[in-house]
């Protein structure tokens, strides 16, 4: 098989059962991204999201207009799509192999599928789906995050109804929870009212280290039985072993599949 090229291989960060592949696949089959959706089971509008997603992500056209013909047209997959497909079937078979080699439910197995996702978030936690809560156009994800010692604690996460589709979220489900450590705020838990601070994610928890900076003072907390990492406004005046309260916007978590 002819060597994927750089960028096609920046979007096999979805595996062959990422929703968004199997757009592509199906588009390939029946030559109609309606179609496609129908077959996926996600709604069309989530179908041009998941080509939108990984069309940035290959940086080239994955898709071509079939104008004409019996069926009045459609749509048909170019040369750097079967390219992505074929990788992505290769990459799967590896990951399976490699999976069968590690002893089955072993938590090394587990992390090193974890470390698959690289990024620039600093703060990712393991988590379980709970619930849905749907509402318009937006869906509320409650979080389990697991922590050490068997402790948990809750997450929420607000995501457009299309991301739920295609990441196919049900209760129970294995995500990674990540967010930027720019997007978590830190206040001192003592005179702070959480009830004045509105419905964002929050958390208590004790300062472990400190960088100060004058755009904001960089703190590294633990908190319900994680390490987070936030920033807090300069001169916060905030030392080691000082009570805080970390939070962080529901739009701000985003959600990756653990193990895809």
Not at 50 to 68: H, I, K, S, Y
Not at 114 to 134: D, K, Y
Not at 141 to 158: D, H, I, K, N, Y
Request: glycine share 12%; aromatic share 4%; with cysteine.
């Amino acid at each position: 098989m002819q060597q994927p090229s750089a960028s096609i291989l920046d979007a096999l960060g979805h595996g062959p059962a990422d929703r968004r592949l199997a757009v592509l696949r199906e588009i390939g089959a029946g030559g109609s991204i309606s179609q496609a959706a129908r077959a996926v089971g996600v709604s069309y509008k989530a179908a041009w999201q998941a080509l939108d997603t990984l069309t940035n992500l290959a940086g080239v056209p994955l898709v071509e207009r079939v104008v004409g013909g019996a069926g009045g047209g459609g749509a048909r997959l170019t040369e750097a799509a079967h390219e992505l497909l074929a990788a992505a079937g290769a990459m799967h078979a590896a990951r399976a192999q490699l999976a069968a080699q590690l002893h089955p439910g072993a938590g090394a197995q587990a992390t090193a599928l974890r470390l698959t996702v690289q990024t620039s978030m600093r703060n990712q936690w393991p988590c379980s789906v709970q619930a849905l809560h749907a509402s318009g156009p937006l869906v509320r994800v409650q979080l389990r995050g697991e922590a050490g010692a068997g402790a948990a604690f809750t997450v929420w996460s607000r995501i457009t109804r299309e991301s739920c589709e295609l990441l196919a979220l049900r209760p129970g489900a294995s995500v990674q929870a990540l967010c930027k450590a720019t997007a978590v705020r830190v206040l001192p838990a003592a005179g702070t009212d959480l009830h004045q601070l509105g419905p964002s994610n929050w958390w208590p928890g004790r300062a472990t280290r400190i960088a100060r900076g004058s755009l904001g003072d960089e703190v590294a907390a633990d908190a319900a039985g994680v390490q987070m990492v936030g920033f807090a406004p300069p001169g916060s005046r905030l030392r080691t072993g000082s009570r805080v309260l970390l939070g962080v916007e529901e739009s701000a978590v985003a959600l990756v599949l653990a193990g895809h």
